[in-house]
């Protein structure tokens, strides 16, 4: 009963940081311990602006195919065709409302709107152009995030934190290249195997491609790369040595909408 408002505050959060970890207040936090949990790994890949390059020369459906389904398998990317559950399937409609997709395709018109002529090849029109975040230079999701759930990193990288998102949906409707989903529901039912290195998420927050932030801070590449046998490119732009350099210098590449100012980083060998 004489206990000071002062003394019952910090009584409480001491109290409250035994319950959530099970441990002492000072076992939560050694010193130095969050900086190690901060700190880039020595086998991390390391760029001052990362980039991508799609080479349509080397792209037909098979591999496209792969390179979506190593994406979302590592992502966890619900897939509405795949409930776990038979009560969760959906409607075509919903699926085309509900839909969560970091990489997908299209043939050129819907990929490149505007830029299409008389005698385009037609080969090159219903080539499947893998879309994904384009990690702009210049990007307005950013711009009109309220909470800065999306931002960007001083690597070039777009960035979601899902845990900072309220749902607003202003990324959305900022970004003109449609590279962002918004969960309408839980999408746990529809991840049929979960990859526990990467978290599940919950409805109400929006999702996108990171360029594989996660992997390469353990030194490893995109998994769509990976995937790809050799018809995504990924590295450093400032490294003139890189092999998003050598292949930007050896070909003709196009970009999605440059002419809005944003400055997109994935570009196009066709």
Known sequence: MGMDRRKFIKVAGFSTLV???GKSAFELLFPGELEAA???????LKGKRWAMVVDMKKMDEATARKCVEACHKVHNVPNLDNPINPKDKVS???KVRWEIKWIWTEHYHNAFPGTE??????KVAHLPFPLLCNHCDNPP??????TQATYRRPDG???????????????MAGCPFSARSFNWRDPRP?????????????????EKCTFCEERLAKGQLPACVVASNGALIFGDLTDAKSKVREALKEKFTIRRKPFLGT????????
Do not use: W
């Open 19 to 21: 319950g959530l970890g």
């Open 38 to 44: 901060f700190q880039a790994k020595p086998e991390a």
């Open 92 to 94: 075509s409609e919903e």
């Open 117 to 122: 002529y008389e005698h385009m090849v037609e």
């Open 141 to 146: 999701c950013v711009r009109v995030c309220p």
């Open 157 to 171: 990288i777009v960035m979601m934190d899902m845990h900072r998102c309220i749902g607003c949906r202003f990324c």
């Open 190 to 206: 529809f991840v049929k195997e979960v990859f526990q290195e990467y978290p599940t998420r919950e409805p109400g927050v929006v």
């Open 263 to 270: 400055n997109p980083q994935v570009y196009y060998i066709v």
